[in-house]
């Protein structure tokens, strides 16, 4: 009943590590690569468009900490 478990409790199912994704070591997908161009162009970092899902996911997390708009800075931009 695993399908009955990952539909109550999706949460427990999004927080896999990308490292554990089955599909991680494919080409990051349309959606990622647009959500990564802008937070490389927000950050000064540079757009690798090769990046594997996995690598990309955690790119976007990586950059969403240095982010001025998305960081946690309270949205002020002013960094932590």
Same mark, same amino acid.
């Given at each position: ?9 999706p949460e427990g ?10 599909t991680g070591d *494919?080409?990051? !997908?349309? %959606?990622? $690569? #647009? ?13 690798? *468009?090769?990046? !594997?899902? %996995?690598? $990309? #996911? ?5 950059l969403k900490e ?15």
């Open positions: 009943m695993a399908d009955a478990n990952t539909k109550t409790h199912n999004a927080e896999k590590d990308p490292q554990d994704w089955v *494919e080409p990051m !997908t349309g %959606a990622q $690569a #647009s959500y990564l161009k802008t937070l490389c162009e927000e950050t000064g970092e540079d757009f690798d *468009e090769t990046l !594997t899902k %996995a690598h $990309a #996911s955690e790119m976007i997390d990586r240095k982010s001025p708009r998305l960081g946690h800075d309270g949205g002020t931009g002013k960094g932590r």
